[in-house]
């Protein structure tokens, strides 16, 4: 499998013995593990500034620089993304948010960095979509997987950049009209006017903040359980069920009805809660986002698993310019991604840690290295956006990360590819047991 970052590792984690054999061959080398780490940084100062989790770009830097398999790269890199993940939420929820709160002064509310809304109806889907993708990738040749990545990563580049270009044009215009208005303001009033100011400061808000985590939570259980038991290729679950039995598929096709009844259940509680509150709602700012039908966001996710797990990326590369298309603000957009691919990507650190692998040391420093360096990214482009008063510069970033992921992915796909046909391997569709 040709995995890069993957949501669920199930069908693409490796016997212990093989994490084994591909880390011994560089473990003596500490070199490389310096020279990895320096591109590490870079590549997660970019991705987070960006609001991507970078697994596609994490991968080919250990196989290339560190010498790392592709199996041993896919596991290491869930570390890698974790502790990017991890540094870039903290940082958004403790220091962006006591910003906010003082920034602004009594001028306005600042907007949620993180749209837990978002984040708790979209999460059972994209977990749903990642396990359907991962037996698609299973089943379908290099060669196909590696021409539909290229190609949707060309599009979502494109599409991106012009979204970008007109909200550059859109900001060019406010500064235009209002020279003296601080950029900041500007650009939070528009993102309180799509969201609705659904994550306000009030007591309402933070009880909703922590009903939705604790529901991420359980999603996020449920999930990571399910997968322990039907384990995955070469690794037995935690049952010792067979892979690919009447009780494997039994567990896998659970987790549809799973999915359905947590996104139902989230869906009715928040439309509950909607007509609850319908009074101070008409009163304030109507949340554009609102307005959309209520299977938008979780149809969006499943759709943006499905890719993920049929090309082997985290969902941070496909769910931020999904997000960004549907109308979600640049800096909303980019942090709930970074909040969903957390929960994402410590799923499968967990289970890699199960099943066995190898040097997890190492794999904690590229962790560590990642954590320091998605600070220093957001940083970089927080000050940037304060300095500019342009929020379109994160979508451009986007777009950068997305155009690199393209280049780096197309051709180390291409040079597989090239090596399974000139070595005889078969190149056609397979099953997925």
């Known amino acids: ?25 560089q473990q003596n080398n500490p070199g490389t593990v310096v020279l990895a780490s320096v591109l590490s940084f870079l590549a997660a100062a970019i991705s987070s500034a960006g609001g991507v989790g970078g697994g596609s770009l994490y991968v080919p830097i250990l196989t290339i620089a560190a010498g790392l398999g592709l199996k041993a790269a896919t596991a290491f ?14 940082y958004t929820l403790l220091f962006l948010r006591r910003r906010g709160a003082g920034g602004h002064g009594g001028a306005g509310r600042q907007p949620p960095a993180i749209d837990y809304g978002i984040a708790v ?42 979204a970008g270009v007109r909200r550059w044009r859109a900001e060019t215009a406010d500064l235009g009209r209002a020279p003296d208005a601080a950029g900041d303001d500007g650009a939070a009033a528009e993102e309180e006017a799509l969201l609705g100011g659904n994550g306000g400061g009030g007591g309402d808000g933070r009880c909703q903040w922590a009903v939705d985590l604790a529901v991420l939570v359980a999603v996020w259980l449920c999930f990571f359980v399910m997968h322990l038991f039907i384990g995955g290729e070469g690794a037995k679950g935690a ?39 319908g009074v101070d709602q008409a009163m304030s700012v109507n949340s554009k986002l609102d307005e959309l039908p209520a299977y938008v966001f979780p149809v969006a996710a499943l759709l943006t698993g499905v890719m993920s797990g049929l090309l082997g990326v985290g969902g941070g590369l496909l769910l931020n310019p999904v997000l960004l298309q549907i109308g979600v603000p640049p800096k909303t957009a980019s942090a709930t991604t970074m909040f969903m691919v957390l929960f994402c990507a410590s799923m499968s650190m967990a289970q890699f840690i199960i099943l066995g692998v190898q040097g997890i040391a190492t794999a904690l420093v590229y962790a560590a290295t990642c ?20 929020a379109s510069l994160i979508v451009f970033m986007v777009a950068g990360v997305l155009a690199l992921s393209a280049v780096v992915i197309a051709f180390s796909g291409a040079a597989r590819v090239w090596e399974e046909y000139t070595s005889g391997q078969y190149m056609g569709f397979k099953m997925p047991c």
Request: aromatic share 8%; proline share 4%; with cysteine.
């Open 77 to 90: 890199s869930t570390f890698m993304v974790t502790g990017g993940t991890l540094s870039n939420v903290l």
């Open 371 to 390: 954590f320091v360096a998605s600070v220093v990214g957001l940083a970089a482009i927080e000050g940037a956006i304060r300095r500019s008063g342009r």
């Open 239 to 277: 049952l010792g069920i067979k892979p690919c039995g009447v009780a494997y598929w039994l567990i896998t096709a659970a987790q549809i009805p799973v999915a359905v009844a947590f996104t139902a259940c989230i869906g009715h509680q928040r439309r509950k809660s909607q007509a609850q509150h």
């Open 1 to 25: 499998m040709n995995s890069s970052q993957l949501l669920i590792p199930s069908a693409a984690a490796a016997s212990p013995a093989t994490y084994q054999s591909q880390w011994s061959s």
């Open 121 to 162: 109806v979209s999460q059972p889907c994209l977990l749903l979509g990642a396990s359907a993708g991962v037996l698609c990738n299973v089943a379908f040749p290099e060669w196909l997987v590696t021409a539909l990545f290229a190609t949707f990563l060309a599009l979502a580049t494109l599409k991106t950049c012009a």
